[in-house]
Structures are given as C-alpha cells and as structure tokens.
C-alpha cells in the first residue's frame, strides 16, 4: 500500500486524490437568486443530509472562482443576500443541462436559460426551481461555516417536493429517481446495483 503525506502534496494534488477517493458524491443542484432578482443555478457535490429532525441539508461552496476577488460564487454570495435557496436532485437523464450550469459565467447570467431549462415558483422561497424536478428541498439558510477553502452551507428543509410516480410506501424509489452521482475528474455514475441489506 501507497501512503502519502499530505504534507507532501501540492493542494490540487490533494484534490485530485480525495476527490476520487470519496465517491460517488451525491450532486446539489442549488438554485439562488441574487438581490436584484436574477436567477443562478449550479452543481455542488459536497452535498448531503446532515439531520432529519429538524430536517437540514448542506453543501459546501468551494472559493475557487475567478470571477469573485474572494473567490466566492455566486450560489454563495446569493445565500448570503437572501438566505433562500433549493437544492435539486441531479437525475441521469439532466446530466447535460446540469453540466451546463457547471460554467462559470458573469453573474447576471441566468444559468436557467443558458441551460434551457424552464423555471416553476417555490412555496416558501424566493428562488425558483427546476421545472419537472424529480425532487427538490426548499431550504431557508441556517448556517454558514467556512472550512479550509470552502464555506458550508446549512439548510433547514421548509418544503420537500418529490413527483408522486417515484414516491413507494413514503419513500422515493432509487430505481425511479435514477440519480447522478459525481466521481474523480470528469466522472459521473448512475446506481448501477442496488443491494438491500437489513440491519441486525
């Protein structure tokens, strides 16, 4: 066995490696808007559950953009404006509008449309969703914490949106969902097997 330093490593190196060590990582499609209104859509994949009473999410936004003097994106400096956003489920089949919402453009650019993807209104927040979602969470900012060179962001679940053909017995069936999840470098992957395990 290879044991590294990480001492050792230049920090994109470390990136590369982790990132292909800890897979698949589930994908957070967010959806923000700025102050003035406009519309932001974009993938995070340090994403997950992090409490289910009461239900909170988060994703980390990593500060790598060249567009921002803080390197901070524009789903970040949004959440921090109106502490509204949604997290969509990524499925298989939007693998290509959501790896156009991965670019990065200037931040009036409404990636819904770069994406040509049609918006529908949230219940209780501002920002849009993704018009015929499988799932989404509705989610009003509950903490910002910044770690290494990302800030998390934590969400407290207001509504969760789920279409009913997925939903089996209160639960959303993965083999209806399809969903992506994101690998090393320019990796993606579906479910492939899925195996049922109880617990003792």
Known sequence: MKSISVDELAAKSAAHLLNSIVIPRPIAWVSSIDAAGTANLAPHSYFNAVSADPPIVMFA????????????KDTLRNIEA????????????????????????????DEFELAGLDKCRSMSVRPPRIAGIGAA????????????????????????????????????????LRPLGRLGGSNYAGLGQIISLRRP
Request: net charge negative.
């Open 137 to 176: 969470l509705e989610c009003r900012l509950n903490r910002l914490l910044d770690v290494g060179d990302a800030t998390v962001v934590f969400g407290d679940v207001l509504v969760i949106h789920v279409e009913e053909s997925l939903l089996q017995e209160g639960r959303v069936d993965p083999d209806r």
């Open 82 to 109: 109106t502490r509204e956003f949604v997290v969509q489920i990524v499925s298989e089949e939007m693998i290509g509008p959501m790896n156009r919402t991965a670019a990065e453009v200037p931040s009036a650019t």
């Open 61 to 72: 936004s990593a500060h790598s953009s060249q567009l921002d003097p803080r390197g901070r």
